[in-house]
């Protein structure tokens, strides 16, 4: 048998079993987004401590926290944002030894119990030196190359927080005509974005911040099908999302020279 026959006979077995795959019970009937470690999509810092772990990392990155994929600064992930959810964290004092946050508040109404300090911090008014960060999340849904597509969130909070508000523009004055001619504001999974990075400085202080693109409106059927079905299982597992401590190490510096 010749090396062309061989690798035909080979690329026809793997088509065979792949097809054994298809239309069956897959193992995951029982598992849910409370099963799940959602990735998070991570603009890296000078502080980020994925840059200790990897020499071809570099500051600007956008990470994948499970997969440890990432993408340079301006050739950005192209993702399907699916759902926007607002929270309210509360950290303790960053040398405190605290693993996680102390809480995570649905609303904004806890900002009435802050004051704010002259680092730009909202400080709770107990005393205890913690400190509410405004977070804006997204839940996407990440398109590969290839079409192949894997689920995340992105987390935007201090500085971040004017691109996310440009984000949202984008997304809210976006416009499709109907079979009626009548324009609308389709929903936020009916299209694409590319979520790049970019220097930014304020004094002496440089960092990068996000910098979103519109990419295009969703065509591949299979693409719309998942970004409905993401959508609508994190409209309701929104509220236990649990915020990533890195995050707070990384956002430091904000407040450093670069």
Known sequence: MNKAVAKKAQSNNAVAIMSQFENVQTGFE??????????????????????????????GHVFNSVTGEWWPSDQGVKVVPCVYHKTYVEWAPLNSGAKGPVAVHQSKEVMNNT????????????N?????????????????????????????????????????SKMKNLKIQNSKG???TPPMWSHSYTLKTE??????????????????MLTVEDHVTQARAFSEEMAVAKDKLVPDQDEVKASSDEKLPF
């Open 30 to 59: 029982d598992m849910n987004a409370d099963d799940l470690q959602l990735p998070r999509l991570k603009l890296l810092q000078a502080m980020s401590p994925e840059l200790e772990n990897d020499d071809a990392l570099r500051a």
């Open 128 to 168: 205890s030196g913690n400190y509410i960060e405004e977070t804006a999340n997204y839940f996407v849904l990440i398109i590969g190359g290839k079409g192949e597509t894997s689920q995340a969130v992105v987390s935007m909070k201090s500085s971040q927080l004017t691109p996310s508000r440009n984000w949202n």
């Open 182 to 184: 009548v324009y609308f």
């Open 115 to 126: 004051v704010r300090g002259e680092d730009n911090k909202y400080y709770t008014n107990d």
């Open 199 to 216: 220097k930014t400085k304020n004094g002496d202080k440089t960092w990068y911040k996000w910098k979103v693109e519109v990419d295009s």
